[in-house]
Antibody, heavy 119, light 110 residues
């Protein structure tokens, strides 16, 4: 069955960096676009970034553009999110999400990994 | 990339029908038939309920339906059940390969 398992979350100081990873299994990873979606504590969902199935295109929310980088390794079925210059407002649960079709249909979500930006 | 507008909360009694609205602009909801809806139970990851405005994934109850008119999309749940109590989020394509979510609606089953 499809599984998405995030890792790499934790507590980090403002201005520092952190890299999240997502290990996928149970499907042909290289055939799907992948996204990161986050959710601040007690708040709603916020789309973060997308990477095309082959890694050729990447797009970001304005709130993270220039600070976050999404990447993937299709040979290892892994998705990454490098987060630089972290701010308190980046504190959230980060979900790795598989796109079924048309950029906004997300059929599988990981369990999420919590990132806390605090001094 | 402003969030789509949803009511903060809605409620209904078992057996009734409720509708959750999702209001956007000509930049997203009105311009594309690419709206999806997600159900999030407490401390769980979201679950896809509706995609491409009104399509239901396999396994989702036919009590859930979606529609769109102009810049407003809607999720209707008929025959409300206690297990439907959750947070619901709409999501739309916003052009230039970006995505925007609604602020979320808490559904209470009375």
């Amino acid at each position: 069955q499809v599984q998405l398992v995030e890792s790499g979350g934790g507590v980090v100081q403002p201005g520092r960096s952190l890299t999240l990873s997502c290990t996928a299994s149970g499907f042909n990873f290289r055939s799907y676009g992948m996204h990161w979606v986050r959710q601040a504590p007690g708040k709603g969902l916020e789309w973060v970034a997308i990477i095309w199935y082959d890694g050729s295109k990447k797009y970001y929310a304005d709130s993270v553009k220039g600070r976050f980088t999404i990447s993937r390794d299709n040979s290892m079925s892994t998705l990454h999110l490098q987060m630089n210059t972290l701010k308190a407002e980046d504190t959230a649960v980060y979900y790795c999400v598989r796109e079924l079709v048309d950029l906004v249909t997300f059929d599988y979500w990981g369990q999420g990994t919590l990132v806390t930006v605090s001094s | 990339q402003s969030a789509l507008t949803q009511p903060a909360s809605v409620s209904g009694s078992p057996g009734q029908s409720i509708t959750i609205s999702c209001t956007g602009t000509s930049s997203e909801v009105e311009s594309y038939n690419l709206v999806s809806w997600y159900q999030q139970l407490p401390d769980k990851a979201p679950k896809l309920m509706i995609y491409e405005v009104n399509k239901r994934p396999s396994g989702v109850s036919n009590r859930f339906s979606g529609s769109k008119s102009g810049n407003m999309a809607s999720l209707t749940i008929s025959g409300l059940q206690a297990e439907d109590e959750a947070d619901y989020y709409c999501c739309s394509y916003a052009g230039s390969s970006t995505v925007v979510f609604g602020g979320g609606t808490k559904l209470t089953v009375l």
